[in-house]
């Protein structure tokens, strides 16, 4: 039970960190630099955020330092951030799923899904003491 809550707190700070630097991201910064450059230039603020917010929770919850308890809590905050994106994403836009993917930006997207992927693997990346 405590690896549910671990994970959905881990989901919900780096969720909340990233919907605060997106809306800056895309008011203020994409109009002036473009999508790609905006989207790049966020994503080693939100990698320096699961690293924080992934040490944090584990030493909160105490989440021992095996694989599966680690990657429960990362897989978990991975799904709620998936149903997150669909929902709030393409609802504030108003996309289908497939106009959201056709939409994306090759070069920031792949870098998204790759750090989507770091994301669910952080809590068993970071410290095992």
């Known amino acids: 039970m405590e690896i549910l809550r671990a994970g959905a707190v881990y989901f919900g700070l780096v969720f909340g960190a990233g919907f605060v630097l997106g809306t800056l991201r895309t008011i203020w910064i994409t109009p002036r630099l473009g999508a790609r450059i905006a989207e790049l230039g966020e994503s080693p603020v939100m990698l320096a955020v699961s690293v924080f917010a992934a ?18 809590m990362g897989f978990l905050a991975l799904g709620l951030m998936l149903v997150a994106e669909v929902a ?9 799923i497939r106009e959201y993917f056709a939409t994306r930006d090759r070069v920031s997207g792949t870098v998204y899904y790759v750090l989507l992927v770091v994301f669910a693997l952080m809590p068993l990346l970071v410290e095992r003491k």
């Open 55 to 72: 040490r944090l929770v584990v030493r909160w919850f105490a989440v021992p330092p095996n694989w599966s308890d680690r990657l429960g």
């Open 88 to 96: 709030l994403v393409l609802w504030l836009r108003g996309l289908s």
